[in-house]
């Protein structure tokens, strides 16, 4: 069945530092793949989402780009920001959406 | 616009207890989904639906049933709940075929089962 990895956390850097979480997925076909943000206490968020392969989704200075040939849809941030602190899912399915086990991310000022 | 609604927010149960958790979406989605998310386990996804009178199973439904008599409406049914049903569970719909558009979340509901 499908199944989608993702590096475990968490993952801590300063303010300001490069960041990437990697994600790669195992399926029938080229599933959808997205990113879900979830702050302390509330659910997830869509942060963004790619339909097809060599697509980039991006959104508040994240990005991912679906690779077909690695499987892969690694998230990627510039400079990142205190309130970046969050738990991250990466995702994939079509009907049937699975969820990795989530990287949580400390930003240190 | 609510978006997706989940009640209650906490519950306790005792081991043996029946209850239905409640979802309801107001977006016209077509596609509803319950996730339970436990420390260090991600979310597994517990049952989904595509439409009006149509579910199927996720990774881990059993001990679990689901209806979906409206569009609006999909709710989870415990039906003699255990302790390893402890979680947060949430419900999740989207426009469209599958979760292919992204999914709106609901805010969880945590049940503890003693």
């Given at each position: ?37 979830q702050?302390?206490g509330e659910g997830l ?65 | ?5 989940q009640?209650?927010k906490f519950q ?9 958790l ?13 996730y339970r998310q436990d420390p260090?386990m991600?979310l ?41 049903q402890t979680s947060v569970y949430f ?14 979340f609901g805010s969880g509901t945590r049940l503890t089962?003693?």
């Amino acid at each position: 069945g499908n199944s989608v990895t993702q590096m475990e956390g968490p993952v801590t850097l300063s303010e300001e530092a490069f960041l990437t979480i990697n994600c790669t997925y195992t399926a029938t076909g080229y599933p959808s793949l997205f990113w879900y943000v979830q702050y302390p206490g509330e659910g997830l968020q869509l942060l963004l989402k790619a339909t097809k392969a060599d697509d980039k989704g991006s959104n508040k200075g994240f990005e991912a780009t679906y690779r077909k040939e690695t499987t892969s849809f690694h998230l990627e941030k510039g400079s990142v920001q205190v309130s970046d602190s969050a738990v991250y899912f990466c995702a994939g399915g079509d009907d049937k959406i699975i969820f990795g086990k989530g990287t949580r991310l400390h930003i240190l000022p | 616009n609510a978006g997706v609604t989940q009640t209650p927010k906490f519950q306790v149960l005792k081991t043996g207890q029946s209850m239905t958790l409640q979802c309801a979406q107001d977006m016209n989605h077509e596609y509803m989904s319950w996730y339970r998310q436990d420390p260090g386990m991600g979310l597994r996804l517990i049952h989904y639906s595509v439409g009006a009178g149509i579910t199927d199973q996720g990774e881990v439904p059993n001990g679990y049933n689901v209806s979906r008599s409206t569009t609006e409406d999909f709710p989870l049914r415990l039906l003699s709940a255990a302790p390893s049903q402890t979680s947060v569970y949430f419900c999740a719909s989207s426009y469209g075929q599958g979760g292919g558009y992204g999914y709106t979340f609901g805010s969880g509901t945590r049940l503890t089962v003693v």
